[in-house]
């Protein structure tokens, strides 16, 4: 059974930098993996943040982008907000999907 | 504007079956893959099912194979998802999705006896 890995929990203080990653059971993530991101607030639907590992949906903020890192999908956030507090979900294609566990990020 | 409704979740007895439909509307239906998504309560995301823009490709989550059907009508722009052998561990928000861009506000199944 395949397994996407992510960090629990991150924190992080306002205006700073932080990065989320995406590790795969099966071996470093790359592109043919077509990894997405998704941020989810509490009582919210998921809201789509990066697709195809660095590619922005036009409502995503600027400060929020995608990359390789390590063999490892990742997610990084520059200028942290407060409004970013939230959890979030990596997603990896395997010719269904697997979501990753989530990682809870605290801006603090 | 792209609008995903989904309706008939609901409570149900272990083993028994129900059909998830999504209403979509604000983008042409017939081109895009599908997905299901569904989220238990208080855990995370879990792919389910996607289908291909014409129907001819299904696939699913391991846990729901041979239970859960996927399928579309291009025509009345709707998705649906059957599921028959409802166990408590598919209760879940099920979300309709396009292309993993726009989500319904989901619907919840809940499976209890």
């Known amino acids: 059974q395949t397994v996407v890995t992510q960090e629990p929990s991150l924190t992080v203080s306002p205006g700073g930098t932080v990065t989320l990653t995406c590790a795969s059971s099966t071996g470093a993530v790359t592109n043919d993996y077509y990894p997405n991101w998704f941020q989810q607030k509490p009582g919210q639907t998921p809201r789509a943040l990066i697709y195809s590992t660095i590619n922005k949906h036009s409502w995503t903020p600027a400060r929020f982008s995608g990359s390789l890192l390590g063999g490892k999908a990742a997610l990084t956030l520059s200028g942290v907000q407060p409004e970013d507090e939230a959890e979030y979900y990596c997603?990896?294609?395997?010719?269904?999907?697997?979501f990753g566990g989530g990682t809870k990020l605290t801006v603090l | 504007e792209v609008q995903l409704v989904e309706s008939g979740g609901g409570l149900v007895q272990p083993g028994g079956s129900l059909r998830l439909s999504c209403a979509v509307s604000g983008f042409t239906f017939s081109n895009y893959w599908m997905s299901w998504v569904r989220q238990a309560p208080g855990k995370g995301l879990e792919w389910v099912a996607d289908?291909?823009?014409?129907?001819?490709?299904?696939y699913y989550v391991d846990s729901v194979k041979g239970r859960f059907t996927v399928s579309r009508d291009n025509a009345k722009n709707s998705l649906y998802l059957q599921m028959n052998s409802l166990r408590a561990e598919d209760t879940a928000v099920y979300y309709c999705?396009?292309?993993?861009?726009?989500w319904g506000q989901g619907t919840l199944v809940t499976v209890s006896s």
């Open positions: 289908i291909k823009p014409d129907g001819s490709q299904k």
């Open positions: 999705v396009k292309k993993f861009d726009y």
């Open positions: 997603l990896l294609n395997y010719g269904g999907w697997v």
